[in-house]
């Protein structure tokens, strides 16, 4: 392998205040610097021997990709890098990690061990289906075990995400209004929504119009029912909704919207504070994604694969995306294109049959948990939710506190503050104490909010000490601290553009000439 010609140089770390010790690599004991993999490789190495190509003519018509810069590595150089990044990182097996709506719980390490049986972990999805029986009929029970958990007719169990089981709910919400002649124009959606709400509406061509929260943080059923008509297709809530509350006018704004001719999709995200206790059948919901990622512990976060299982009613279910999962004599079959007959659904929205390794993690869990152990996660998720807000609210502002416990996430503004300290500080504060900061100025309707969601898998002694921590630094933010604006100061890296960095992502850095005459930035494919 040769040798990095190009990369690491020794760099002077940014000290901290009343931290005058610089090491000459800018390690910090067990903590190591790390540059960049466009620093550490070259383009002229290769991590891999491959006998170099012969003269083949080229087939592709001058297709063929040029050079893209990627650097070479070997593979331990591959590893390291990777390794040392990850050190730098938070995860949920780190610590308490509250990001509201996210419901980063613990990932039982038993769904590993179950996904990586090796019937399951290497089944391929063009596998004869009478090979892969054992892997339909986990589909198939894990689907069976959400609609009896939800009280709905059937489920769509193909898509790969929250938001993507959003566009299967709203598609067929669609197709069951097209085949009644009914195409509406409008989505009703509540201010409080998360952004993939209006966003998928409008993706499915829809006018995304708001309806507002009352004074208690829900709908306004008043608004809602003055708006309903005969232009509105559907109406998006989430139930609990994102300011952690439940929405008790559930059954009233069902049957307000049916009544209308319109049809009722509900985003299931928050299904953790209600699983086992609530059915949103009983409801009057028609459609409702679930996230197996989140109630149902399948690790997620870092752009990992994650579920969205759509739970339907009887009014939309056959209009169903396929392949799905049917009983067929003492076995399982697919229902594909081929032997659907002449099926109402909306099409496919995925090449195969959903995240094989989250059902089965899912499954897992739910079997593990039992009906009974299901119900007593959604009371504890609850309970530390509700520890948290009492043990916070003397010192940050929790608008709905008035109206009652929250459900699994506690809410706050940023509301008593001193002059120039924010929401956005605090977080950056909480980094310094070891803990990931909760979600933050989602939702919009509150000021500079902070949603915070402990989850079940947390301790008390886990709650106490954030709880301490979060208590510190909002003192620190009511007092006017100004060294909070300077946090984080002992994280790898300090405040960072973020905003930049999401729209001119540098994918091909190149190291700046020591003269000056370009910077990292110009490469082919990055900005700047
Ligand atoms: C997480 C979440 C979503 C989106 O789910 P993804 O799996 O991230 O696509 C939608 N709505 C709410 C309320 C959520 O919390």
Redesign the pocket.
Known sequence: MANNPSGWAPKSPEVAEGHDVETVTGNRALMLEEPLLFEIGATDQCGVDIDPAGNAPTRLGGLERGSVDLPGLSEPQAVRHYTRLSRQNYGIDLGVFPLG???MKHNPRLNEKVARLPGFADVHPLQPVDTVQGALECIEKLGDWLIKLTGMHSVAMSPK??????LCGLLCIRAALEARGDARKVVLVPES??G??PATAAFCGYRVENIPANDAGRVDLDALKARLGPDVAAVMI?NPN?CGLFEPDMKAISDAVHTAGALVYC?G??FNAIVGRVRPGDLGIDAM?I?L??TFSTP?GGGGP?A?PVVLSEAVAPYAPLPYVRKSGDGYELVEEENAGDSDSFGRMVAFHGQMGMFTRALAYMLSHGADGLKQVAEDAVLNANYVLRRMEDLLDAPYAHSGPCMHEAIFSDRGFAEGLSTLDLAKGLIDEGFHPMTMYFPLVVHGAMLVEPTETESRDGLDQFITAFRHVAKRAREGDETLKQAPLYAPRRRLDETLAARQPVLAYKTPAPDGSSTGLGAKYGGG
């Open positions: 709506s996210c419901t995400a929250g938001a993507h089981g959003e929504a998360h993939t709400n989430t994102t985003d995200a928050n994604h996230n990622h989140k997620h994650g969205g």
